[in-house]
């Protein structure tokens, strides 16, 4: 779903006709709800010592792998570890590579399609072609690609998949760029002769952003996937920090006899994704129907 | 696909997946040896289907390292000796053999009568085909090369009658002798193209019990009972061909996916059973669990002594003392595997039993280790440090598609006792070529690794100066000593068991002494069995046999 809202640049530029009534479908409390888990989950990313204060790689092998208790409100893992308290740990890498990722494919995204739309015939061919290949790829085996070049490594996780999603930004900024450019107020700063840079800078990039920030929200969530999902492969996270795509592989072969170290990680992932996807298509259909 | 890069030497990832997991069998959780015994006469027909946790690499025993290759393969290729699960050697394609004084040179008197699976005639010129095949460095080989390693040709004395020479004494290459990797392909394969062997099961031509009918990669190998068999080794329990007419070995990767096939009765054996589901497969009525300790190398972590602060003694001595090895096995074992007290498998020849608990758990004397050498200091994480310098070391994570047995979690573990005395592991990870490429140079603090083989002389291929990994040894500590130099090939230059025990014996105690490497836990298989099935047999390396295999279901 999110991949397809990344990949399909019409629905901003043609803000579907529809946008009124699914607006008044969108739950509002869910939409409430989603805002405060991105709030908690921001919190708990930020400092994590503000809601447990047991450490997340202490190990206590007397206590392996106990059910969710009062004592450990999601159980232990089979080092004795604090599921509870490495789940919280655990946010801040899994959604800063999430971040990353998304603000680097953003940049990058946004800086090829400019130059794109206004680097002249040539340079446009070029570059979209260019893009027009990457995105033939699926972004998880471009991400995959990435990684095998760049090495492991939390970084290079989140450069991979920001290299995955840039060629998606890419299209819909240049396009954007497009319809701004001629747009009537861009014509008539030109008339006034505005210098190229700063007519750029003032015109053309505020004016592409805005839909594409509200798609960086949406996007984010698809990150934070592709980014556990490598981390699931080992490519990610270095042990013993708790990373939930990390936690959740180690907590694969449990799910028969301890489920708890799999499911919880699996939930984090699960309920951060649903909270920015609902949150960010609220805001994209917000904007849609305000756009023009 | 990583493989093509590796292929061109030995490499310390496959040291790993070469090693333990051997399948095991004998020693059985409901009291051992073959399950048949009580179930009644062996009856023929039938089929019987494995599942297996990883596929081959590379199909061609006389290239790959992997134990997965010999132990598949061992239906389909046999050997000049037989060494039984207790060690012992009896006659297979070789009816009798001599060894010369000096252990140079190995005659075998070949069995009469055995016949390839393509009709061609098993005689003293195939027994020189493979072997030259085997040393020919277009072959590439990973590890039979190193099995024979100062190998410098075969004579035919007669078409029955070979003598295969060294230029160094060779002793243990009786034993290797008996390994799948030394077994013999027909001489028409080897030459339609050796290259073949690797990628294409079903390009294998043997003499053995079953022959190869069908492969899907990925998934499955189908083997069908060779009805000409006729020259079973002594000690095998009957003659003639196998009693399954067929066996299906299917590729189960994913721990949980194996064992739901085995209690849900979709495969009659499995291999690899994870110690968390034991339990589970015990509390099963239908099944049992096998459970036998591998011989060979205990899994281990090495320390590279030509690398600070590794360099120093005390440093090594603190690690080794520092880990609570024996709670880290037991809690991420579930009691199932046991710590090592040597860099050898307790049921490997020579094993030093004196070794046993002579190193306990003693993090106040690793203290005082550290302390005297000098690390005194602690930064903002609680890390020792000296002269400004933190006691980080660095031990690579194997790339996760060769990790097995949890081995990342007992790294954790590892990890955490060694924080409480103040050092820290870092575990990066790298595409198995890097790995390779930094770990030949020496570029890590820390490797890990475990191997199987039932023969002391492994010592050999881990602590001899010689055994660099530019020459297909595993010297992973990269150790340089001269009484380790001096034992080991001691070791390997008779047969006579009182002297190599007493080798092999100092040879474990200088390791553990130097702290060289540090012994974790012994490789031990856990191999899950329908009770429909029965007189499932292992060979000395512990790797099932199916040979003797019946089953009730037909």
Redesign the interface.
């Known amino acids: 779903m999110t991949a397809m809202a990344v990949a399909d640049p019409a629905l901003l530029t043609h803000p579907p006709v529809t946008g009124d009534r699914t607006r008044r479908r969108l739950s509002r409390p869910g939409v409430a709800l989603a805002g405060v888990v991105l709030v908690l989950l921001t919190l708990v990313a930020v400092d994590p010592g503000l809601f447990t204060s047991t450490a997340p790689n202490e190990t206590d092998l007397a206590r392996a792998l106990s059910g969710p208790s009062g004592a450990h409100w999601f159980g232990t893992d089979q080092l004795g570890r604090d599921m509870f308290a490495r789940v919280l740990y655990g946010a801040r890498p899994s959604l800063l590579v999430g971040l990353g990722s998304t603000v680097f494919a953003l940049l990058g995204g946004t800086a090829v399609g400019l130059a794109a739309a206004l680097g002249g015939r040539v340079g446009d061919e070029a570059l979209m072609r260019l893009v027009d290949v990457l995105l033939s790829l699926p972004p998880l085996l471009l991400a995959l690609l990435a990684v095998t070049v760049l090495g492991t490594g939390t970084v290079n996780v989140m450069l991979a998949v920001a290299i995955a999603f840039a060629p998606g930004y890419a299209r819909i900024v240049r396009a954007e760029a497009l319809v701004v450019r001629r747009s009537g107020y861009v014509e008539a700063a030109v008339g006034l002769g505005l210098r190229r840079p700063v007519l750029v800078a003032r015109h053309v990039l505020p004016n592409t952003l805005g839909p594409l920030l509200v798609l960086g929200t949406v996007g984010f969530g698809t990150s934070v996937i592709y980014a556990s999902g490598l981390s699931f492969l080992g490519l990610g996270a270095r042990p013993p920090s708790p990373e939930w795509g990390a936690m959740l592989s180690e907590g694969r072969d449990f799910l028969s006899s301890a489920w708890w170290i799999g499911v919880f990680p699996g939930l984090g992932i699960t309920v951060a994704v649903i909270a920015v996807n609902v949150v960010g298509r609220y805001a994209q259909q917000r904007f849609a129907g305000r756009a023009r | 696909m990583h493989v093509s890069r590796s292929r061109s030497r030995p490499f310390y990832a496959l040291v790993a997946t070469a090693a333990t997991a051997a399948i095991a069998l004998s020693a059985c959780g409901s009291g051992g040896g073959t399950s048949g015994a009580a179930a009644g006469r062996p009856t023929a027909g039938g089929s019987v289907t494995y599942a297996v946790d990883t596929e081959p690499v590379c199909y061609d025993v006389h290239v790959s390292s992997q134990d997965i290759t010999a132990e598949i393969q061992r239906n389909v290729v046999d050997s000049l000796v037989f060494e039984d699960a207790n060690k012992k050697f009896h006659p297979w394609l070789a009816s009798s053999w001599e060894i010369s004084k000096d252990n140079k040179s190995f005659t075998f008197h070949l069995r009469k009568g055995v016949k390839f699976t393509d009709g061609t005639v098993f005689d003293a010129s195939a027994v020189k085909a493979n072997f030259d095949y085997i040393a020919a460095p277009a072959t590439k080989s990973q590890y039979a090369s190193t099995l024979i390693k100062s190998y410098t040709g075969t004579d035919i004395i007669d078409p029955d009658t070979v003598r295969i020479n060294f230029s160094t004494p060779s002793a243990p290459f009786l034993q290797a002798a008996s390994t799948t990797y030394l077994g013999f392909y027909s001489p028409k394969t080897l030459a339609a193209g050796g290259g073949k062997l690797c990628a294409e099961s079903a390009a294998q031509v043997g003499t053995g019990p079953f022959t190869v009918a069908g492969y899907t990669k990925g998934q499955s190998v189908q083997f069908a009972r060779n009805p000409a068999y006729n020259w079973a080794p002594q000690g095998a329990g009957h003659t003639g061909p196998a009693y399954l007419s067929k066996l299906t070995i299917r590729i189960l990767p994913e721990?949980?996916t194996r064992?739901g096939a085995l209690t849900s009765g979709q495969v009659d054996i499995a291999r690899a059973v994870?110690p968390?589901?034991v339990k589970?497969v015990q509390a099963d009525p239908a099944l049992s669990l096998v459970r036998k300790q591998a011989a060979g190398g205990s899994y281990q972590i090495f320390l590279n002594v030509t690398r600070a602060p590794l360099t120093d003694q005390r440093v090594r001595e603190a690690i080794e003392r520092g880990i609570?090895i024996g709670?880290?096995v037991?809690?991420?074992y579930f009691g199932q595997y046991t710590r090592a007290w040597s860099p050898l498998s307790p049921t490997t020849p020579s094993y030093d039993s004196s070794l046993n608990n002579s190193w306990p758990f003693d993090p106040t004397l690793a203290n005082k280790l550290l302390d005297e050498a000098g690390w005194t200091g602690r930064n903002a994480k609680g890390v020792r440090t000296k002269d400004g310098k933190a006691l980080t070391l660095v031990w690579p994570?194997m790339?996760?598609e060769y990790?097995k047995d949890?081995r990342?979690?007992l790294?954790?573990?590892i990890?955490?006792d060694l924080?409480k005395i103040g050092i820290d592991l870092?575990?990066?990870?790298?595409?198995i070529g890097?790995y390779i490429t930094k770990g030949y140079a020496g570029q890590f603090d820390i490797l890990d690794a475990s191997w199987a083989r039932p023969e002391a002389d492994i010592l050999r291929l881990f602590f001899n100066s010689t055994s660099t990994a530019a020459t297909g040894g595993q010297n992973a500590s990269f150790i340089s000593d001269k009484q380790l130099d001096q034992w080991t090939n001691q070791g390997a230059a008779t047969l006579d068991p009182a002297v190599r025990d007493a080798a092999y014996g100092k040879v474990q105690e200088r390791v553990i002494s130097l702290a060289a490497a540090v012994p974790i836990y012994v490789p031990t298989t856990l191999v899950g069995v329908s009770k429909q099935v029965h007189g499932f047999t292992a060979d000395a390396s512990s790797w099932p046999l199916f040979y003797g295999t019946w089953t009730d279901k037909k």
Do not use: H, M, W, Y
């Not at chain 2, 870092?426 to 595409?431: I, L």
């Open positions: 721990d949980s064992v994870p968390s589901d589970a609570n709670a880290d037991q809690a991420v994570l790339p996760a990790e949890q990342t979690i790294g954790q573990a990890q955490a924080k870092e575990r990066p990870t790298f595409d890097t």
